[in-house]
């Protein structure tokens, strides 16, 4: 098990930045793969982006890719999403998640969950 945090969700501009952060407790951080999903309103969760428990390995949705960036820091054990260039379509509840299993893409299932951080992107 490992408990997750995310910080950095907020209101922006379309065309704007925003950098989101997870925390995780545990000692064993780089044995998790860990990733982002994101729900927004009347909408199923979707898959966003995960990266692998080295960090060499990274994948992001269609919908993100070139736009959005995923990296970890194992000695802070915190991995972050970058978020460019961003969309009105872009707003929604964004959740960080971990699991010992690495599946590349949204068939990725998560055993653990943050309690999500809000980012609203205003037209």
């Known amino acids: 098990q ?45 898959f966003v982006a995960i990266i692998s428990g080295a960090g060499s390995v990274t994948g992001h949705a269609d919908s ?14 915190t991995v972050t999403l970058q978020m460019d260039s961003l969309k009105p379509e872009d707003t929604a509840v964004y959740y960080c998640a971990a699991d010992t299993r690495f599946t590349y893409g949204s068939s990725w299932s998560p055993s653990n969950w943050g309690q999500g951080t809000q980012v609203t992107v205003s037209s």
Do not use: H
């Open 2 to 46: 490992v408990q997750l945090v995310e910080s950095g969700g907020g209101l922006v501009q379309a065309g704007g930045s925003l950098r989101l952060s997870c925390a995780a407790s545990g000692r064993t951080f780089s044995t998790y793969a860990m990733g982002w999903f994101r729900q927004a309103p009347g909408k199923v969760r979707e």
């Open 64 to 77: 993100v890719k070139g736009r959005f960036t995923i990296s970890r820091d194992n000695a802070k054990n």
